[in-house]
Each structure stands twice: as structure tokens, then as C-alpha cells.
């Protein structure tokens, strides 16, 4: 390394503003102010908002939808506020079915193959 022309790589003390967590990482920023942190002085560093308190890693995060096309996807597919993706009905919903409409289905199957038409032949290729 060239010497003289690298910033300084250094302990760091980083403050959300928001929430007022805490955590200690290396960088090469500058700040003016010193906090001690289990008995050392670090530079310290407030930052505005971190994954500690962005919305998006909270959980808390709001939907921005000046035109409408959510509600229109919603409305559109029957969704209510979430993503319906992965979701299983009520229990209520789901209704059982009697063992005698199960066993009729079966014992028709074999039939139903047997009366199956025959595999069309291919047509000849035109010039």
C-alpha cells in the first residue's frame, strides 16, 4: 500500500436516531463527536434510519398506491389486503366427502380407461 493516500480504517460507534440501537463496526467515516462504549472512545456517527427502524425490515411497511391498481389486483382476484399465495381455506370451507362417493369414483376408473378412443393417426405431411 502506498502510504499517506488511504483514509483511516477504524473502530466506528453507529446510533439509529430512531430507535437509539447501538452497534460498533469498522469504517472510514469521519465524525467530530466521541462516545465511550464499554470503556472506549470511539467516533460516533447518528445515523437517520437503519434496519432497525426502516419499514420494510420492521414489518411495518405501508403500501403506496396513487392509481389504484392494487385494489383493481385485489378486486380482480379476490384477495383480502394480503398475498393469497400459500394460503389454505377455512376449515369451515373444506367440506369432507362420504366414503360411498369415493369408492364409486374408483370402481369407475377402470371403466372409464377401456372406452378410451385410440390414438388418432398423424396426418400427411402437405408439399
Known sequence: MKPGIHP???KVLFVDG???DEWVSYSTMHAHDT???KGEDLPFIRLEISSASHPFWTGHAREVDTE???DRFRRRYNVKGGSAVGTAPPASA???VPMAAVAATAAAAPAAKSK???PAKPAAAKK
Do not use: E, I, L, P
Request: net charge positive; proline share 0%.
Open 8 to 10: 483511516a480504517y477504524r
Open 18 to 20: 430512531a430507535t437509539g
Open 35 to 37: 462516545r465511550t462504549h
Open 68 to 70: 389504484g391498481r392494487m
Open 94 to 96: 373444506q367440506q369432507a
Open 116 to 118: 378410451a378412443k385410440a
